[in-house]
């Protein structure tokens, strides 16, 4: 079974472009989630999509926005970047059910770097 | 608000020496505890995880945890220490108000290093 994948592996932007992240899945995962991981901040949550629908979100600006496909596949957009927003995001899947209880699988991740 | 503190960013034991990395949490309803590990330029894997149950949580790797919660704590331990175990462990906690919603809240990691 293949794992999550996340396209591109890295990224170089510049201040005031957007940019978009993706993230597939593990096959009958119908939960995504995103994480960014700086060395500063840590890891932190960004939002979680469930059957194409937003359930949960973290603590981050407008700026950064996602979508849920119908195929599960999921996107990351971050608008009008800035020095900041370089960083580590990960994605991670859960099982079918989506609960609490089942393992989070995560991606490689997509290393963003803003100039 | 659920969070995690791990003791110790930086950890150095030797080959064959017991591995002890500390975490502790903090959370007003009963937490869901996990440990991850990454490896450089690579995600997050899952060592092991509490949801409820045994104390005791045996993961991959020889690794094991054990859930207390008079200490608010989840230490994760090894007997006995391998070069391929040099890496970040991650603790993490969820905030669940329901079963089908939540987030994991991180701890800052505490990087392992190994030394022959």
């Known amino acids: 079974k293949a794992g999550v994948t996340q396209t591109p592996r890295y990224l170089i932007k510049t201040r005031g472009q957007q940019v978009t992240l993706s993230c597939s899945p593990i096959s009958g995962h119908r939960s995504v989630s995103w994480y960014q991981q700086t060395p500063g901040q840590g890891l932190q949550f960004l939002f979680e999509y469930f059957s194409e629908t937003q359930r949960n979100k973290g603590n981050f600006p407008g700026r950064f926005s996602g979508r849920q496909f119908s195929n599960s596949r999921s996107e990351m957009n971050v608008s009008t970047l800035e020095l900041g927003d370089s960083a580590l995001y990960l994605c991670a899947s859960r099982g079918t059910s989506g609960r609490t209880t089942d393992t989070q699988y995560f991606g490689p991740g997509t290393r963003l770097t803003v100039l | 608000a659920q969070s995690v503190t791990q003791l110790g960013s930086h950890v150095s034991v030797s080959e064959g020496a017991l591995v002890l990395l500390r975490c502790n949490y903090s959370?007003?309803?009963?937490?869901?505890l996990f440990w991850y590990v990454q490896y450089p330029n690579q995600g997050l894997q899952l060592l092991l995880k509490y949801t409820t149950g045994a104390t005791l949580v045996k993961g991959i790797n020889g690794f094991e945890a054990e859930f207390k919660k008079s200490e608010t704590s989840f230490h994760l331990t090894k007997p006995s220490a391998h070069m391929s175990d040099a890496a970040e462990y991650f603790c993490a906690v969820t905030v669940a108000p329901s079963y089908n919603t939540d987030k994991l809240i991180f701890g800052t990691g505490t990087r392992l290093q190994v030394f022959p």
């Open positions: 959370s007003s309803v009963p937490p869901y």
